[in-house]
């Protein structure tokens, strides 16, 4: 049995995964095949509908890893907006009105909040059109926020 005269299969895949520089000539070139040859091959394999699909399939698997990788993120800023409302309605509730310092427990619940809403792609910043006055909130308004409902919902229900 004769043994082939070229490696086709690698010839093929190289062009099929390679860059707009990794072009039938270069590849003759490289491996020693006559030009005509090669365009023959790669017309009756279809290798430029091959290369398209391969470059389809690549980005298309770039795009799905940015875009875990960006749910991650988001979780991850989630979770951390989650964590700072719930810091703050705890604090509120073990304190009492004499010992409460309103100006950071309100710091704390707009820094969870906008954390949140960028976390699931709200990018603008909070801007409430009045402040919260958090020693008037009750305890269910303040979870409602620590579970990062529309602050300005749970003031209008006041």
Do not use: C
């Not at 690549?58 to 990788?69: F, G, M």
């Not at 989650?82 to 409460?100: I, M, V």
Request: proline content about 2%; cysteine-free.
């Amino acid at each position: 049995m004769a043994t082939p005269k070229h490696d086709w299969m690698t010839v093929r895949e190289e062009y099929i995964s390679g860059d707009d520089t990794t072009t039938l000539d270069r590849l003759g070139t490289k491996y020693g095949i006559p030009a005509s040859t090669l365009r023959k091959r790669s017309m009756n394999e279809d290798w430029r509908v091959l290369r398209e699909k391969f470059r389809l399939q690549a980005r298309e698997a770039t795009v799905a890893r940015l875009a875990k990788r960006e749910a991650t993120v988001r979780e991850r800023h989630l979770r951390l907006g989650y964590a700072l409302l719930a810091k703050a309605a705890e604090r509120l509730q073990r304190l009492n009105a004499g010992e409460l310092d309103a100006t950071e427990t309100r710091l704390w619940i707009q820094a969870g909040t906008e954390i949140q809403r960028k976390a699931v792609g709200i990018a603008d910043e909070l801007s409430l059109r009045h402040e919260i006055d958090v020693t008037r909130l009750t305890t269910e308004q303040l979870e409602r926020l620590r579970d990062g409902e529309d602050p300005e919902r749970v003031i209008g229900e006041r």
